[in-house]
């Protein structure tokens, strides 16, 4: 019998599948998605390979054909839709197979499901046993000094470093002297017993249509991905859980994806409240044995809904009924690291592979996904009330007014007696601003002298609780100086706002008010986050100051006013979605005012108080705002209209970045021939340096995706094979979320 394996090693060179001999003796413990062992190279290395085929025979010479070594996992990690989505994304997303791989099956898988040997240090007169075995000085004492070292390890690792093979280990283990542990120990990231059940709601007009919708459309085997477009607080949730019990009914699982989930405990909440010990919730801050038990539980068939960040798309499921991504508009669904995979895309994939059903739902969806509503390519359904029925009124203040008339203050007029009156009446008050910190730009009034990161083209931001200069992009931080570096002149300023600044002028107007503050500095510990949320939920506290943490999924039925304290701060980000990605953050900022019983108020304070996304997130017009952004998109040829390949050189060298992006930047208007394609740049990235790397960047716009793709792959391919880049990094990026 023979094996076709990929090698566990990224690398374009050894991007294909290889072929192994399976020994006799391992003949009935191989199979297809396995972990095996083989040897590799010049030098037989044994490396980590996965066995995606068996066959009877084989092309290559007996002589040439070497022979897996050992057989790691008794089960398979893989299974065949998963191998066909990995080859897939091996040429949608420009990578090799391996990595794709990587990407399906947690690393851990390879490391946990090997055995584990240590000391049986339980067992009577242990140490007695121990000193015999040594003195023995043979395999058996070999491992023995090993394990006692090593408090514990793995059996392969024990086999390759001492080069033995298994029979002392064997012996050992039969004579009790250690023990090999392969029980797992299953946890749940969550006690499902903490949350109480709850039952279904009666759904409202809307909500009934929308299921009825959706499950016709599970019935349909040649359905669309379904777009749900419902205004915040439309009860979006109370539809999914809807729709999974129907899934569940059919004996079919469902993996539900959030941007990430320590940013929404109370989305989990009502999945688990729901469906109890049957949801598994995977997130960033998992350790690898949690994420591995999540894996496994899955693959078990012991949960029947995934909840996750984008990984779990991969969610090893047998019987997937449904997909569904909540704020699919999100920039997170598309992975920033090789393979730079789109979610939706992943979703729509396995779907066809699986026959499983995509939803995608946003109160504010992507400009693509709409688009592709409106040509058909999707079905939408449309929730245009809340579940109230009340609508918060949204107010533009233009600060530039209130400057004018003499209020130096971060807070206008109007927010600033909103706030009194709800700290007066007990209500609550969300204030938000995309800024951590506590001044964003430090400067000497004197000479002009501006402190900025040396690793990085980028100010400091001071932070007050330290009294730092911390650098946001590499978290340098310098101690704040009383006297200019420059100048030696005690003229330091400081300008820029942050939430510390918010926080601390809230505490200086209302001495008496409650504030907390949730942004990157105050929730870095593990559950602090709903630590923050829970006592905010609790009335612990009148105000909650925040970053784009609170701008999501959060649903506090006693908050009745939002401020967002500089409503312009994405506006002009030198990026084509700026405008788009405004209007989204505005738009579920403002939607966690008044969903309950009590009316809602919102102000966006801003200094260009005429622009499009706040003009259409107050009267709360998406599809206005749609029509609006995509004539700017056809006119300017961008997505949904066009494809961008993104391109970026990373280097510590300035002078050779640049030389090199200018050679490719001529070899692709050689190839251009017909000027098929758009190519902005070479260009400094807009920030152009970060720890201490130079960032330097071209833009390629086409009108067919594998023709723009095509084209840049194949330039970069004649770059790499005139020059020498080392020292260069390159990095590629079909369709990015943003313009770096
Ligand atoms: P969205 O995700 O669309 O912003 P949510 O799912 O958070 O909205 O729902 C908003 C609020 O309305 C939640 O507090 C939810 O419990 C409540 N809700 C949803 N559907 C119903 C219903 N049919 N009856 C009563 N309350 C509902
Ligand atoms: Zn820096």
């Known amino acids: ?37 083989v040897p590799f190279g010049i030098k037989n290395n044994l490396r980590d390979a996965i066995v995606i085929g068996l066959s009877e025979k084989t092309d290559i010479p007996e002589d040439r054909l070497k022979s897996i070594k050992q057989v790691c996992t008794d089960f398979s990690v893989i299974d065949d839709n998963k191998i066909e989505l990995a080859k897939w994304m091996k040429e949608k997303y420009y990578t090799t197979l391996s990595s794709c791989l990587q990407c399906i099956i947690p690393k851990i898988v390879n490391d946990k499901l090997r055995r584990y040997a240590f000391i049986n240090y339980k067992k009577e007169n242990i140490e007695q046993l121990i000193k015999d075995c040594i ?3 043979n395999q058996q ?4 000094k090993l394990l006692k070292e090593n408090e514990g390890m793995f059996v392969y690792e024990i086999k390759m470093l001492l080069g033995i093979a298994e029979s002392p280990i064997k012996t050992l283990e039969k004579n009790g002297l250690i023990v090999i542990n392969q029980k797992e120990v299953m946890r749940n990231a969550f006690n499902a017993d903490d949350f109480k059940k709850s039952d279904k709601l009666k759904p409202t007009l809307e909500q009934k249509a929308a299921i009825e919708f959706l499950k016709s459309s599970l019935k349909n085997t040649k359905r669309k991905p379904v777009l749900i477009h419902g205004v915040t607080g439309s009860g979006k949730t109370e539809i999914f859980l809807q729709l999974i019990e129907e899934v569940l009914k059919n004996g079919k699982q469902a993996i539900v994806l959030v941007p990430e989930i320590s940013l929404t405990p109370q989305t989990v909440r009502r999945f688990t409240e729901r469906f109890g010990d049957k949801v598994s919730v995977t997130h960033s801050k998992l350790s690898d044995g949690e994420r591995y038990d999540q894996w496994k539980r899955a693959k078990n068939g012991d949960i029947s809904v995934m909840i996750g960040p984008r990984s779990a798309i991969f969610a090893p499921l047998a019987n997937l009924g449904v997909i569904i991504i909540d704020e699919e508009h999100e920039s997170s669904y598309k992975s920033e690291t090789t393979p730079k995979y789109d979610t939706k895309e992943v979703a729509e994939k396995i779907a066809s592979l699986t026959g499983a059903m995509v939803v995608l739902a946003s109160a504010t969806p992507s400009v693509e996904s709409y688009y592709k509503a409106k040509e ?37 007029r109007e927010l600033f007696n909103e706030m009194k009156k709800n700290i007066e009446n007990r209500k609550q008050t969300i204030l938000f601003l995309n800024r951590r910190g506590y001044s964003t730009f430090v400067s000497c009034r004197k000479c002009g002298y501006v402190m900025s990161c040396e690793n990085c083209n980028v100010n400091y931001t001071y932070h007050i609780d330290t009294n730092k200069l911390i650098c946001h992009y590499c978290n340098a931080e310098i101690q704040s100086p009383s006297i200019c570096p420059q100048c030696g002149l005690p003229y330091i300023k400081y300008f820029g706002v942050g939430t510390q600044k918010i926080e601390q002028e809230v505490k200086k107007y209302f001495p008496n008010a409650r504030v907390l503050r949730m942004d990157l500095d ?3 510990k593990k559950n602090s986050h709903e630590k923050i949320l829970k006592s905010f939920a609790n009335g612990e506290a009148d105000i909650l100051v925040g970053t784009q943490m609170i701008a999501k999924g959060l649903d506090f039925p006693n908050v009745t006013l939002v401020g967002v304290v500089a409503a312009d701060t994405s506006l002009n980000a030198g990026d084509y979605r700026c405008g788009e990605t405004s209007f989204q953050l505005l738009t579920q900022v403002a939607g966690r005012a008044g969903r309950a019983d009590k009316k809602g108020k919102v102000f966006l304070q801003s200094y260009q108080s005429e622009h499009y996304s706040l003009i259409f997130t107050k009267t709360n017009d998406y599809e206005g705002f749609f029509n609006h952004e995509i004539e700017l ?14 391109i970026m050189f990373i280097g510590e060298d300035e002078k050779f970045v640049i030389s090199k992006i200018y050679v490719l930047a001529e070899i692709m208007k050689k190839y251009n021939l017909k000027a098929g394609f758009d190519i902005l740049g070479p260009a400094p990235a807009i920030v152009s340096k970060i720890k201490k790397q130079f960032r330097y960047k071209i833009i390629v716009k086409g009108i067919e995706e594998n023709r723009v793709k095509a084209f840049v792959l194949y330039c970069v391919d004649k770059l790499k094979e005139k020059e020498d880049l080392k020292g260069i990094n390159i990095n590629l990026t079909l369709d990015p979320s943003y313009i770096q």
């Open 522 to 524: 105050t929730t870095s």
């Open 376 to 412: 058909g390519i999707y079905d939408i359904v449309k929730l245009k009330k809340r579940v109230n029925n009340s609508f918060p009124e949204i107010k533009i203040v233009d600060m530039r007014a209130e400057l004018d008339e003499g209020n130096r203050s971060i807070f206008s």
């Open 141 to 144: 004492s070999k491992v023995i």
């Open 135 to 137: 003195k023995k000085n």
């Open 633 to 646: 998109r056809r006119q300017m040829l961008y997505p949904p209209f066009s494809h961008i390949f993104f």
């Open 1 to 37: 019998m023979y094996a076709e394996v990929i090698i566990d090693i990224i690398s374009k060179n050894v991007d294909r599948v290889f072929n192994y001999k399976i020994p006799e003796n391992l003949e009935d413990k191989v199979s297809k998605g396995f972990i095996v062992k």
